[in-house]
């Protein structure tokens, strides 16, 4: 839908555009490489470290229907290598979110991929009705569904450890939106087996898949002897859970392999704070990767990520992206 | 690390030129280039810990204690730090040309009064390290200066003898009376807004005492300006961990990121009330609060 081009190229002389449509051809972005839901906010604030427009695309904050306060605080706790947040989703609610953050990243020319959440199946879908009818739908290349979110219905266990409710949630999410629109389901590593969910993902509609979010962790403040953050667990994240995130791209890109599952694109996310570290889940079948945790240590970790991945690339010969996607498979 | 795109905001490597004790804390100086043309005080910088391979993901935040936009070295930033966990402790041994990165300015910096009014300015603990630079440009713009620094002792104190510089009256107190007088310095604060007719209360410390200053300030007829200290995961307004319910011009109670609304805020507009033991909540009429009871 978007056709903003990119506005400075990378060092390395290699062809870092990527296809994330349904079919090949109908979504190309410039490059692979996008911020993470959640670890960006909603434009102006890495605004002014890059431009926008030079990444591959920008994921937005996770948005519901209605405004949302968010949790207490303490909302986080350092941890090694990473860290533990407890967030509560805090943000403005789906009508506000497009009148006033997707207006800025339309007239800024980002490629936006909107992550939307609900607490009912309905709710998600009024969510994804409202971002379809809005005038800055043209700046939107696919919506992610972000299903590691409790479920009212069943007593808050997060939709993502369902594979029965997360159909349900892509089934409802595909009827509210355009029939070409890429919906992206973004998937839990704290499952059994992460394949049954993304084959349920996938049946039920869903033309892509992010992975992973974070980890259920926890951490004890030993001074109040209590937990540490306001909402005692919390999501763990950064370069600690990059195996994690490797392990579980590989698991449903092997399924695709072996035709367990039908193939589609893979958005890889998890630790990410290299171009190294890109590469390697490219390696084992990521399309396109997202940078999250590691923009908190360096806002341009993004657009750097972009650069190191070029030369990754370069040095090791390919000539495209695309060629290393996968590599590592057997 | 490239220099950030926009003009009011830089990412640089820094070189640290100078470091030494003071109390209780170490106070270092940086060549930061870009940082100190841009900033005014209030404004934060945040630092990164334990080198590039470092497992210390999170950036350090500290107020900038003062800068010199042209000094020998280019442009420096000086920070005073109190060594309290792992971060802070590695800042607090760097040696000469060690080098770490440096974010800033970033936040929204204390609001000058536009006259010459007279203001109390409040430091407890690290937390005066901003406030000498702020007493030069307020007492630049004709405002008289008086000063109250505190700490639970006297090597918490920071800059005592550069407040007796600065500031038009200094009063000094310890919870242990080690140094100036024994107590709170909430206990000296009404008395010195009312002897000199302060406008303007300016205050940076712990929560507890930025809470007792904004409550005296209000009922002395003063305007409390605060910079508050929240848990920062990013400092440029990503991560949203850093949150405080602060009222709106309108009256509606928001959860607000201090790292770009803040860290100074209107002693007046901070819900206190949700503040307890370490914890916030959020307060049952804040915006936003409804849509939380539903899941
Ligand atoms: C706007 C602002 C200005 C500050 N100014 C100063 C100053 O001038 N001098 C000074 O000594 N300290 C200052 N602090 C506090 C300082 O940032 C923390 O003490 C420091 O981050 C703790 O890091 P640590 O690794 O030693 O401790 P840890 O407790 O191990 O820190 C772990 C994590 O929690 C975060 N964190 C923990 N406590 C705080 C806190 N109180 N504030 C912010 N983040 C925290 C750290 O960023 C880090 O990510 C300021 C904080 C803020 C928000
Ligand atoms: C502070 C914070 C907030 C997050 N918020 C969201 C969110 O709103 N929606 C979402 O799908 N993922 C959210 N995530 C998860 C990230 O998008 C990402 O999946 C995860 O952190 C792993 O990637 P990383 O290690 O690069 O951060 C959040 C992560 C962090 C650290
Ligand atoms: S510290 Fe990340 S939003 Fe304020």
């Not at chain 1, 806002?299 to 010969?317: H, S, T």
């Not at chain 2, 690390?1 to 030129?17: K, P």
């Not at chain 2, 510089?165 to 007088?181: K, L, P, Y």
Request: hydrophobic share 45%; with cysteine; glycine share 12%.
């Amino acid at each position: 839908m978007s056709t903003a081009t990119d506005t400075s190229r990378p060092a390395a002389d290699v062809e870092l555009r990527v296809d994330l449509g349904a079919a090949p051809g109908r979504l190309t972005l410039d490059n692979p490489v996008m911020t993470a839901s959640g670890c960006a906010a909603n434009g102006p604030e890495l605004h002014r470290f890059f431009d926008v427009r030079e990444l591959g695309a920008f994921v937005t904050k996770t948005v519901m229907r209605e405004p949302r306060s968010g949790r207490g605080t303490p909302r986080m706790a350092e941890t090694p290598s990473g860290m533990l947040n407890s967030i509560g989703l805090q943000g403005p609610g789906i009508a506000a979110f497009v009148d006033t953050d997707l207006a800025w990243l339309a007239a800024h020319g980002a490629r936006v991929l909107v992550s939307i959440a609900g607490g009912t199946g309905t709710e998600f879908a009024e969510v994804a009705a409202t971002l379809a009818a809005s005038e800055h739908v043209d700046s939107v290349i696919g919506v992610e569904v972000n299903i590691s979110c409790p479920n009212v219905a069943n007593r808050g266990q997060v939709f993502a450890c369902d594979p029965g409710a997360s159909a349900r949630v892509m089934t409802l999410v595909r009827e509210a939106l355009p029939r070409d629109t890429p919906i992206i389901a973004k998937l839990s590593p704290d499952v059994t087996d992460i394949v049954d969910i993304a084959s349920a993902c996938l049946k039920a509609g869903a033309s892509g898949l992010t992975m992973i979010n974070t980890t259920l962790g926890m951490v004890v403040d030993l001074d109040r002897m209590r937990p540490q953050v306001a909402g005692v667990t919390g999501g763990l994240s950064g370069p600690a859970v990059r195996p994690i995130a490797v392990r579980a791209v590989w698991q449903v890109a092997s399924a695709m392999r072996e035709g367990r599952l039908p193939p589609a694109p893979i958005i890889g996310v998890g630790g990410i704070r290299t171009g190294r570290d890109a590469l390697e889940l490219i390696a084992v079948g990521a399309t396109a990767v997202q940078v999250g945790t590691a923009t908190f240590n360096d806002p341009m970790a993004p657009v750097r990520v972009r650069d190191e991945l070029a030369e990754e690339l370069a040095r090791r010969g390919y000539a495209s992206v695309r060629n290393a996607v996968g590599a590592a498979l057997t | 690390m490239r220099a950030a795109v926009s003009s009011d905001v830089v990412s640089v490597t820094a070189e640290l030129v100078a470091t030494r004790r003071a109390g209780e804390y170490q106070h270092l100086t940086f060549v930061a280039p870009g940082v100190a043309e841009r900033a005014r005080p209030g404004h934060f910088v945040a630092l990164s810990v334990g080198g590039p391979t470092t497992a210390h993901l999170l950036r350090r935040c500290f107020s900038i204690h003062r800068v010199t936009p042209s000094g020998t070295y280019g442009g420096t930033v000086d920070v005073v730090v109190s060594a309290v966990g792992p971060g802070t402790r590695w800042i607090t041994e760097l040696r000469p040309h060690d080098t770490t990165g440096v974010i800033g300015p970033l936040g929204r910096p204390f609001p000058l009064p536009t006259e010459g009014v007279a203001c109390v300015l409040v430091g407890g603990g690290y937390g005066s390290a901003p406030l000498f630079w702020l007493a030069e440009m307020l007492r630049e713009r004709g405002c008289r200066v008086e000063m109250i620094l505190g700490a639970a002792t006297e090597s918490r104190l920071f800059g005592v003898v550069e407040a007796r510089r600065t500031a038009d009256a200094v009063t000094i107190c310890t919870d242990d009376g080690t140094a100036g007088r024994k107590g709170w310095v909430s206990e000296a604060l009404p008395d010195m807004i009312d002897a000199c007719g302060a406008r303007v209360v300016y205050a940076c410390g712990p929560m507890g005492m930025l809470s007792a200053v904004s409550s005296i300030a209000a009922a002395h007829g003063a305007v409390a300006q605060v910079a508050v200290e929240e848990a920062m995961a990013c400092g440029v307004g990503v991560c949203m961990t850093c949150v405080l319910p602060v009222r709106d011009k309108h009256g509606t109670t928001r959860m607000v990121r201090s790292c770009v609304d803040g860290p100074v805020f209107r002693g007046d507009r901070v819900r206190w009330d949700a503040f307890a033991d370490g914890l916030c909540t959020v307060p049952d009429d804040a915006h936003g609060a409804t849509g939380m009871r539903a899941h």
